[in-house]
């Protein structure tokens, strides 16, 4: 099965006395059929620095059968561009066990953000040669080394 990520930007996430941090989400195909997509993010919707494991996050996923659909709900969550690779040996199951994990991993600015939570979920999938979270922390810098077609929504 050849598979295919998305990792998506919203640029102006997480807003620092200097600029912005940024804010991903990600995305798989999830049957060999190309039918059927996932998305999600861990969003941390009151802007917590830390959450405890268990508590609301802000973390979501939602499954589409068109590409169009996903593309619309990503828009309107404010997320401006995205990145796309090919996937070898997709994994969308294990991916989604991920995805659950996050809604229970609790939030920390510093290694347990919507970066740590989109690489944990993008690896389990199959995604080779990510950038490490702990050394690019900046979504809009990790994005921006993420080797992807690079598109606007």
């Known amino acids: 099965m050849q598979g295919r990520a998305y990792i998506f930007l919203r640029q102006n996430g997480a807003p620092l006395p200097l600029g912005c941090s940024g804010h991903v989400g990600w995305a798989f195909l999830a049957d060999e ?6 998305c999600g993010s861990t969003e941390n919707f009151d802007g ?10 802000g973390s979501w ?15 309107l969550r404010g997320y401006d561009v995205f ?4 996937v070898n040996d997709p994994h969308p199951d294990a991916a989604q066990v991920v995805a659950q994990q996050m809604r229970e991993a609790g939030y920390k600015v510093k290694g347990n953000n919507c970066l740590d939570h989109l690489v944990k979920v993008l690896d389990a999938y199959g995604v080779k040669d990510l950038p490490f979270s702990s050394m690019h922390p900046s979504p809009n810098e990790w994005f921006s080394l993420f080797q992807g077609d690079y598109h606007k929504i």
């Open 33 to 38: 059929d190309h039918r059927e997509l996932v």
């Open 48 to 57: 917590d620095p830390v959450i405890p494991p268990g508590q609301e996050n």
């Open 61 to 75: 996923s939602q499954s589409f059968t068109q590409l169009t659909q996903m593309m619309q709900v990503m828009q």
């Open 83 to 86: 990145k796309v690779t090919q």
